[in-house]
């Protein structure tokens, strides 16, 4: 990027060519994998954000599961553990299931 007579480019110029130059040497697939939090989010909510930051790296399936259950809320994950779910597919059946019997269980409770 030229400054040519004294000239600056414009701001979104000058941004586009600073994250070309700079950003492979920032991009860290897997510590945005390991920062992912469920927080607040619905487990399906979370488990769409995982995946997304999955798919930039190649990991062992006992490896994102562990990454999975350890960023997922405490009180959920030591539910799953309990199940010794073996994949992140087996957790997401799982919930499923908690879900629709739930659903059910608060149709009988209804007047």
């Keep these: 990027m030229s400054t040519r007579y004294g000239i600056f480019p ?4 000058y941004v586009v060519a600073i994250s070309g130059r700079f950003s492979e040497l920032y991009d860290d697939p897997l510590a945005e994998l390991l920062a992912l939090k469920q ?3 619905s ?3 979370y488990l769409d954000k995982f995946e997304t930051a999955r798919m930039r790296v190649i990991l062992p399936e006992a490896h994102a599961l562990s ?4 960023n997922m809320n405490l009180h959920l994950s ?4 309990q199940f ?6 087996a957790i997401i059946g799982h919930f499923l299931f908690c879900v629709v019997a739930m659903e059910i269980a608060s149709m009988k409770n209804s007047p």
């Design 10 to 13: 414009p701001w979104t110029e």
């Design 78 to 81: 030591l539910h799953t553990r």
């Design 84 to 89: 010794e779910c073996s994949s992140i597919d």
């Design 39 to 41: 927080g607040s989010d």
């Design 67 to 70: 990454i999975f259950l350890a």
């Design 43 to 45: 487990v399906t909510e």
